[in-house]
């Protein structure tokens, strides 16, 4: 299911992409409204809740991708994540577990230890706490932005 939803939202990156450019250059050129940069800090806070929303299904989709990977088929002894562990902690492989949230793929070792595996989980739960994170700042932004406005309209009254 979730591989379903990483191609959709791959296919969703270059409109993505497309939007933002489109929109610079639209604030670029002169003949903007006068409450431009408030509809801006929105509609950024949008794009960056959109982003974070479309790093986070590529990464749900890459998890399971190497989970399904790892239960089936030939060659799927060890993990294709944990291959790249070294030669002496790979022949203590005992399995591997897939973490949702945050994103990630272990290795379970023989006697309990959990071995990080190699792939993009790290960048991906950065990129997806970033964009959140610029969302809610610029959503709070606005907030703060109206209220300042309101009570300046309210002193010049």
Same mark, same amino acid.
């Given at each position: 299911m979730f591989v379903l939803l990483m191609y959709g939202a791959m296919l969703a990156v270059p409109?993505?992409?497309?939007?933002?450019?489109?929109?610079?250059?639209?604030?670029?050129?002169?003949?903007?409204r006068p409450d431009c940069p408030r509809d801006l800090l929105l509609w950024s806070a949008g794009m960056a809740a959109a982003a974070a929303v479309i790093a986070y299904t590529i990464g749900l989709g890459l998890v399971q991708w190497d989970a399904s990977e790892a239960e089936s088929g030939a060659g799927s002894s060890p993990a294709a994540p944990c291959r790249s562990l070294p030669p002496g902690t790979l022949?203590?492989?005992?399995?591997?577990?897939?973490?949702?949230?945050?994103?990630?793929?272990?290795?379970?070792?023989?006697?309990?230890?959990?071995?990080?595996?190699?792939?993009?989980?790290?960048?991906?739960?950065?990129? @997806? $706490?970033?964009? #959140? =994170? /610029? @969302? $809610?700042?610029? #959503? =709070? /932004?606005?907030?703060?932005?109206?209220?300042?406005?309101?009570?300046a309209r309210k002193s010049l009254t």
């Amino acid at each position: 299911m979730f591989v379903l939803l990483m191609y959709g939202a791959m296919l969703a990156v270059p409109l993505w992409v497309i939007a933002v450019v489109v929109k610079l250059i639209s604030v670029v050129l002169p003949g903007r409204r006068p409450d431009c940069p408030r509809d801006l800090l929105l509609w950024s806070a949008g794009m960056a809740a959109a982003a974070a929303v479309i790093a986070y299904t590529i990464g749900l989709g890459l998890v399971q991708w190497d989970a399904s990977e790892a239960e089936s088929g030939a060659g799927s002894s060890p993990a294709a994540p944990c291959r790249s562990l070294p030669p002496g902690t790979l022949d203590q492989l005992a399995g591997h577990e897939p973490s949702y949230f945050p994103l990630g793929f272990d290795c379970l070792l023989d006697g309990g230890r959990v071995v990080e595996a190699d792939g993009p989980y790290g960048p991906l739960n950065v990129l @997806a $706490a970033a964009f #959140a =994170l /610029a @969302a $809610a700042l610029s #959503a =709070l /932004a606005v907030g703060f932005l109206d209220e300042y406005r309101a009570r300046a309209r309210k002193s010049l009254t």
